[in-house]
């Protein structure tokens, strides 16, 4: 339970469980749950560990009762905590408690507002490419304002330069922050005001991070700050399953992780309880042919089960067919339909 914590854990090993069950004996060997922050990807995937911690936490009969109703671990995703620290500290820099979150379409309409504006052609500067690429900038960690002038130039003509920093006055002067600010802001909070991050890193003093290959640099920035002082910070993830490059996710944040944390324990779940072993080989041979990942080799006590089914069909309407067709058959057999899924791109 002390010091960084590196924990590989395949697909389907179990990684909200080894999150849970590790809060749940933090809390039981003596830590105050308070002192605990946990962060993941998703509400849903929060909602289901909070629900976790509080079954196991409720068995637990010798532990005090508050304990389970109040003052309990900090459970939630990165942008949610990034609300809670600026809703109460965000006006060391300047944001007032008050401040607004912009949804995705109202920036998308600013944005489009603001290439009317300069009379630039939409066709060339689309709107949602421009969106996109503010939104990238911002998870790297690039900041729009006259210091910056021209740090972008190299990547982007002047026009996308422009339309990014009139973008930023737009929300300053509404007091307004969008999705990407919620992680921006938190940081420039903890850089530069060094009594608010000593006042976290002192309330937090475990941390845990879920699905660590997904963290983006502002994440990975923002864990690093936080985790330095106690250094007790646990990563759960697994490099194979990063799939949010295009949202600004960097799976060498896990690669790193033991470069960051020279004394870190790294252990490996390679115990899978969902697949077949045939589906096992297939995907461990697969992901073999990466050239960035840690070496690991999922089993499972589940059995071969039937072959992987390769199907080439001639075109959509064939291949639709043919997947109809089958559905029939596994009905005819047993399966309910409800027990059947069709994955398409």
Same mark, same amino acid.
């Given at each position: ?32 749950? %308070? ?10 995937? @929060? ?6 911690? #509080? ?20 459970? %939630?995703?990165?942008h949610?905590?990034?609300? +809670? ?12 408690? &008050? ?8 920036? /998308? ?13 939409? =066709? ?6 421009i ?13 729009? &304002? ?8 190299? +990547?982007?003509? !002047?026009?996308?330069q422009d ?37 976290? #890193?002192? #309330?937090? #003093? ?6 660590? !290959? ?29 799939i949010?490059?295009?949202? %600004?996710?960097?799976f ?7 470069n ?21 080989? @297939? ?12 070496? =690991? ?16 069909? !001639? ?9 109809a ?11 309910? /339909?409800?027990?059947? @899924?069709?994955? &398409?791109?």
């Open positions: 339970v002390s010091g960084p914590l590196l924990v590989i854990a395949g697909a389907g090993s179990g990684k909200t469980r080894v999150l849970t069950h590790r809060i749940a004996h933090l809390i039981e060997t003596g830590v105050e749950p %308070g002192r605990i922050l946990a962060l993941t990807f998703t509400n849903k995937a @929060a909602g289901e560990m909070k629900e976790r911690v #509080q079954l196991l936490l409720s068995k637990n009969h010798s532990l005090p009762h508050h304990n389970i109703i109040g003052g309990g671990p900090w459970i %939630g995703t990165f949610a905590l990034g609300v +809670y620290l600026l809703r109460r500290d965000g006006h060391h820099i300047g944001i007032p408690r &008050s401040f607004t979150i912009l949804d995705e379409e109202d920036a /998308l309409s600013i944005v489009r507002r603001i290439i009317k504006e300069r009379h630039l052609d939409p =066709k060339q500067f689309q709107p949602p490419r969106r996109h690429i503010i939104s990238a900038l911002k998870n790297k960690h690039f900041i729009a &304002s006259d210091e910056n002038e021209g740090a972008e130039t190299d +990547y982007y003509p !002047q026009e996308i339309v990014h920093k009139r973008y930023e006055e737009e929300l300053a002067s509404a007091h307004t922050l969008d999705f990407d600010d919620l992680l921006l802001r938190t940081e420039e909070l903890f850089r530069t005001q060094s009594a608010m991050l000593e006042k976290w #890193q002192h #309330q937090w #003093q475990h941390i845990m991070i879920d699905e660590y !290959q997904d963290t983006n640099r502002l994440q990975y920035l923002l864990t690093m700050q936080l985790a330095k002082k106690n250094r007790n910070i646990m990563v759960v993830g697994d490099v194979d399953q990063a949010y490059s295009w949202r %600004g996710a960097d060498r944040n896990i690669l790193s992780f033991e960051d944390w020279p004394d870190a324990k790294t252990i490996t779940l390679e115990e899978n309880y969902r697949s077949t072993s045939t589906i096992l080989t @297939a995907a461990n041979t697969i992901i073999q042919k990466n050239k960035e990942r840690k070496e =690991k080799n999922l089993w499972t006590k589940r059995g071969m089960g039937p072959h992987i089914e390769l199907a080439v069909a !001639q075109n959509e309407r064939e291949e639709a067919l043919r997947i067709r089958e559905i029939e058959r596994l009905r005819e057999t047993g399966p309910p /339909l409800h027990e059947m @899924a069709v994955l &398409s791109r």
